[in-house]
């Protein structure tokens, strides 16, 4: 059993920044697929980037690339998600989720994650 725990959140105005972070606890390895989603009031969760546990692949939505970087810390068991020059419309609760195998395809889609976090709250003020 993996656990998943968020921090990070908080309001911003446009263009500022924030660094999101996912601990893992529990049985931990190197063979998860690591994905930040969020989810906007009204709307589905929605995929913003992943990475490989051992940290050589990376996946990234169209709307956050260059913006947004994802990354690993083996040492501290946490992923983070890097997030600069922000827009109201990266408002949302953001969510860690993790896969419990490394396929070749890093996956979009929020049902095929076996593990998530409580979330946390990001705010863009425009």
């Known amino acids: 059993q993996v656990q998943l725990v968020e921090s990070g959140g908080g309001l911003v105005q446009t263009g500022g920044s924030l660094r999101l972070s996912c601990a893992f606890s529990g049985r931990t390895g190197s063979s998860y697929t690591v994905a930040w989603f969020r989810q906007a009031p009204g709307k589905e969760r929605a995929f913003v980037a992943a990475?490989?546990?051992?940290?050589?692949?990376?996946l990234y939505t169209d709307s956050v690339k260059g913006r947004f970087t994802v990354s690993r810390d083996h040492a501290e068991n946490t992923v983070y998600l890097q997030m600069n020059s922000l827009k109201p419309e990266d408002t949302g609760v953001y969510y860690c989720?993790?896969?419990?195998?490394?396929?070749?395809?890093?996956?979009?889609?929020?049902?095929?994650?076996?593990?998530w976090g409580q979330g946390t709250q990001v705010t863009v003020s425009s």
């Open positions: 989720a993790a896969l419990e195998t490394v396929p070749v395809r890093m996956p979009r889609t929020a049902t095929i994650y076996d593990y």
């Open positions: 990475i490989r546990w051992s940290g050589e692949y990376t």
